[in-house]
């Protein structure tokens, strides 16, 4: 069975799915509302450096569990220790990403929506006014449903065609696209009005602001946004070739990610000061502020088409690497085909994505401690399953894992340099699992 496992066929292949897998809605969605509920500035500098002390060690710990044991989260726990007790972290994993694909989706089939309006002129067509009314009046409608389930039946048809053909054509060819349209838009947010306001905002800490939510949200958005804690990176991995290097792997996805994140803060904060929004609008803000910014370019509708139909596609490679988690369990530990187990995830998928998209309207009083169904999903699994697993990885890693087999993998078939080696296992023994302890005992205030 391990012999037959597909393998990504090039380096630049690995680095463009692990990044295709960590930029998504996740970037340019989530990052600028979760931004701007909590305060700006302060929540920026505390997420980058969650990022880059806890993420990144843990990255690199998913990657070794996979690449050293070729199998999913369930396999590569057994394999590396052998005691049942560890399963419970795969469970929770792939709890996680169906929570995540079912809201994701439905916010997926929000930029679907705009890039047929966008393609067919009715975004441009209405004053800003009538857009935020004909957005509210769309999300509290059936028709998000609707495209929530395109979304899924596109994800699973890629899905069908395999490891090598779907997932890295589509992410070869996409990011950098991606890439060069933001720094393009970014520009063009520069020179608004509110530039400096908004750029304030992002880049200026204010610390009086900072408290257990925002650490708690803060932690949260790294994971989310890094695809970390469900064994999505450490599936991607078994996938890997012997030659690929772990460590500058994990930094170059975590760098290139945080970069994107950043670049669509500084899009969207001049452009919400320039025409007035709430900075704290939550889940609606970016897809109400960026038509604003399309309204104001030369050719508007063309940018904004192109934008949402790179913004789907890449909503589309962080899917399809999410829905890998159930299907590699499905498929390996129930022994059903790879097509069976697509539909049953894809199918699962819908009946909460359906949930979750009619969570803005017939189902908006629907409520669990205060939180719509959408709400819900997004809350316990970014800012409680993803940190929780990330932290019980890192301590597996760190203190159960024979030594032999992180050097060997850390090293792969190059070298590394002994002081990398022990930074990595120090953050994975102490600084990951005592960091994301002390967030959580915070935000159950008992510190
Ligand atoms: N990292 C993705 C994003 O930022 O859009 C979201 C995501 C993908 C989360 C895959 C979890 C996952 F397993």
Partial sequence: MKENRAQFA???????????????LGNIWRFPYETGVHGGGAFLLIYV????????????????????TRSNIFGAFRALHGRPQWAWIG??????????????????GWTVEYFVQSVTGTLASLDAGSRHEAFDMFCTGWKPVMWT???????????????????????????????????IFCINSLLMPGASEGLAFLFRPDFSKVDSGVLLGALGQAFFSLSLGLGTMLTYASYFSDRTPLVKSAVVTSALDTCVAVLAGVIIFPAVFTFGAEPSAGPKLVFEILPDIFHRLPWGALWSSLFFFLLFLASLTSTISMSEIG???????????????????????MVLGTLCALSF?????????????????????????LPLGGMMISIFVGWFVDRGILRTQLRGTGSIKEWILRVIVFCLRYVAPAGIALVFLSGLGVI
């Fill in 10 to 24: 090039t380096r630049l292949g690995v680095i463009a799915t692990t990044v295709g897998s960590a930029v998504g």
């Fill in 49 to 68: 450096g969650f990022i880059f002390i806890i993420g990144v060690p843990v990255i690199c710990a998913e990657f070794i569990m996979g690449r050293s």
């Fill in 91 to 108: 469970y929770m994993g792939i709890l996680a990403s169906i929570l995540i694909l079912s809201f994701y989706s439905v916010v997926a």
């Fill in 149 to 183: 389930l395109v979304f899924l039946a596109v994800n699973a048809v890629i899905l069908l065609r395999g490891v090598k053909g779907g997932i890295e054509r589509v992410s070869n060819v996409l990011m950098p696209v991606l890439f060069v349209i933001l720094i």
């Fill in 327 to 349: 299907i590699a369990f499905f498929c390996e530990q129930f022994g059903l085909t790879r097509k069976k187990a697509t539909l049953l995830n894809c199918l699962i998928a």
């Fill in 361 to 385: 309207g017939p189902l908006r009083d629907m409520t669990v401690f205060g939180l719509t169904v959408f709400d819900l999903f997004d809350y316990v699994s970014s800012n409680i399953l």
